[in-house]
């Protein structure tokens, strides 16, 4: 039998944990799902894009990677323009549609240079 690990949770370095949170459910349409000030050095805030099993944390005092390092995450969604329109409708900016053979891609950054990727699968026919 082999152990099953799931992916349930990516830290996100951010500068300002109060832009990034306001940009991440505000501008994206993550969820919010826990917002905790542990002490003066750590607080703790987890966000749930829609429809996923894994969720980001932002915060202080959660990670020593720089802000806007985390270059490349990706999520899949079902329809690449309604994610663009949707995303272009809340204000984010976002890049053109990238069609390749593998997919469809979308891109986009945080306030602090944190890189995301859109993809939708191509139709396997």
Same mark, same amino acid.
């Given at each position: 039998?082999?152990? &099953?690990?799931?992916? *349930? %949770?990516? +830290? #996100?370095?951010?500068?300002?944990?109060?832009?990034?949170?306001?940009?991440?459910?505000? /501008?994206?349409?993550?969820?919010?799902?826990?917002?905790? &000030?542990?002490?003066? *050095? %750590?607080? +703790? #805030?987890?966000?749930?894009?829609?429809?996923?099993?894994?969720?980001?944390?932002?915060? /202080?005092?959660?990670?020593?990677?720089?802000?806007?390092?985390?270059?490349?995450?990706?999520?899949?969604?079902?329809?690449?323009?309604?994610?663009?329109?949707?995303?272009?409708?809340?204000?984010?900016?976002?890049?053109?549609?990238?069609?390749?053979?593998?997919?469809?891609?979308?891109?986009?950054?945080?306030?602090?240079?944190?890189?995301?990727?859109?993809?939708?699968?191509?139709?396997?026919?």
């Amino acid at each position: 039998m082999t152990v &099953q690990m799931k992916l *349930e %949770l990516v +830290f #996100v370095p951010v500068s300002d944990v109060d832009r990034a949170k306001a940009f991440y459910t505000d /501008t994206i349409g993550f969820n919010a799902d826990h917002d905790q &000030q542990v002490n003066d *050095e %750590l607080r +703790f #805030v987890q966000l749930t894009p829609p429809g996923s099993t894994c969720s980001i944390a932002i915060g /202080t005092g959660l990670t020593e990677m720089t802000p806007g390092s985390l270059k490349g995450l990706q999520m899949v969604v079902s329809d690449i323009e309604e994610a663009r329109d949707e995303l272009l409708g809340r204000g984010a900016e976002v890049s053109e549609i990238d069609v390749q053979p593998w997919g469809s891609f979308v891109s986009f950054s945080d306030p602090d240079g944190n890189t995301w990727v859109l993809q939708q699968f191509p139709d396997r026919g």
